[in-house]
């Protein structure tokens, strides 16, 4: 092990990094809820200020990536999409195969000026992570909370507040709802084989309400892209993507193949439509990830594609080097101080600092990791599934897609567990 691998893999290190980015996220969120008195003066100052804030805190995730593990990015990139990354507002759709998909972006959006006024709809749990998730308050991010009916209104207003940004946004979809895993890839596969539909081979199906709603909401309005991405992890040339890893400083590759979309091109005139459209759209990533599971990079796919080499900003090493200078030295020289000359209750107080700051940590990760993401679907009430399953009977569709793609699986408000729908189909069809 070489002297830098040594001090990456250090439980000192990592501390340290640990610490700075607790204290530091107090600190962000902290003048964040100050910006509040803001709001109803001049919205454009509040959003500014709050995007400059957070970027002090969100910064340091992608220190992480492209100067402690020293990430390899590589953007697979359409000729007319990479030029218009960050200078225009747009809609993201990518897949969702892994924990560090949203690292990806991150990264991407840094690199294209973006990622303090990125947006995303989030599970309203999302709330709750530290500092985090806090922060999404404060950006106006989309909370859902899997009930289209109570959603409906929080989606209208943030897609229209997301038009008047002073800065360009780039919303996040992932449109499967909840990150990929074997037994959620069985359910789904028996439910497309249940409704008569090509099961994907490397993804779930996706959920189209959130996407139609999307496509409603910012076609006409400013918004006059989609980028279409899929991402990919090549784990021969890196280590296994996870959050940890990157934390001890363990080389990574990432990869993602972009490619933009007019959204006056997006079929959206009725929402079987819209949903066909988004099904196609995913069956579109299969293939594309079935062709970097062979090669292990997107290149060659396309032709035009070329694997951008984006170099890395010097603003997230600058971002982490103040916060070393005036909270990382100067806390372990006080810790240092005190466990040498302070007295008993003095050190059990640091030894309960420490303890509480790795905590706030690990809970960030357990957060990210796919065990703790959330269910394929959630147990809808009986009133709601007799209302969903009225809409679908009274419904005459000639799609290719079956309407219960965005009638059930894919409801980004009441979501039912796949067994949920298929009962309910079952009882339909009897």
Not at 147 to 170: A, M, W
Not at 184 to 200: M, N
Not at 367 to 387: D, L, M
Request: charged share 20%; with cysteine.
């Amino acid at each position: 092990m070489s002297v830098p691998e040594f001090i990456k893999r250090s439980l000192i290190s990592q501390f340290i990094i640990m610490l700075i980015f607790v204290v530091s996220g107090l600190i962000v969120c902290s003048l964040q809820t100050l910006t509040i008195f803001l709001w109803p003066i001049n919205k454009k100052w509040y959003r500014l200020l709050n995007c400059y804030l957070v970027y002090m805190h969100w910064g340091q995730v992608v220190f992480l990536c492209d100067y402690w593990a020293e990430v390899e990015l590589h953007i697979h990139a359409t000729p007319e999409l990479w030029p218009r990354v960050g200078k225009e507002h747009a809609l993201m759709v990518c897949n969702h195969r892994n924990d560090l998909d949203w690292i990806v972006t991150w990264m991407i959006g840094d690199r294209a000026g973006f990622l303090q006024s990125c947006k995303s709809l989030v599970k309203n749990e999302s709330r709750y992570i530290p500092f985090i998730g806090w922060s999404f308050l404060f950006l106006e991010f989309i909370f859902v909370k899997r009930d289209f009916t109570k959603d409906r209104e929080s989606l209208i207003k943030g897609f229209q507040s997301y038009g008047e940004y002073p800065l360009k946004c780039v919303t996040l979809l992932f449109c499967e709802g909840t990150r990929f895993t074997q037994a959620k890839h069985e359910k789904s596969i028996e439910f497309a084989r249940k409704q008569g539909i090509e099961p994907l081979k490397h993804h779930l199906l996706p959920r189209t309400k959130g996407f139609t709603m999307c496509i409603d909401g910012f076609k006409g309005n400013g918004v006059p892209a989609m980028y279409d991405c899929c991402v990919g992890y090549d784990t021969v040339r890196g280590a296994q993507p996870t959050l940890t890893n990157i934390l001890q400083g363990r080389k990574q590759v990432f990869h993602l193949l972009g490619k933009r979309v007019l959204m006056e091109d997006i079929p959206n005139n009725t929402e079987e439509e819209c949903a066909e459209y988004c099904y196609n759209l995913y069956k579109k990533k299969d293939e594309e990830y079935e062709y970097f599971l062979k090669h292990n990079t997107f290149a060659g796919l396309y032709d035009g594609a070329l694997d951008h080499v984006i170099p890395r900003r010097q603003w997230p090493l600058f971002i982490e080097m103040f916060w070393l200078l005036i909270l990382g030295l100067p806390s372990l020289f006080y810790m240092a101080q005190i466990l040498i000359h302070g007295s008993t209750w003095a050190r059990m107080s640091i030894a309960v600092a420490c303890c509480t700051i790795c905590l706030l940590v690990q809970l960030i990760i357990k957060a990210t990791v796919t065990a703790k993401g959330s269910s394929y679907g959630h147990h809808g009430n009986k009133a709601e599934r007799q209302q969903q399953q009225s809409r679908s009977n009274g419904r005459v569709s000639n799609r290719q897609v079956p309407s219960s793609i965005s009638e059930s699986a894919s409801h980004i408000g009441n979501d039912k567990t796949v067994e949920d729908v298929q009962s309910s189909t079952d009882k339909k069809n009897d």
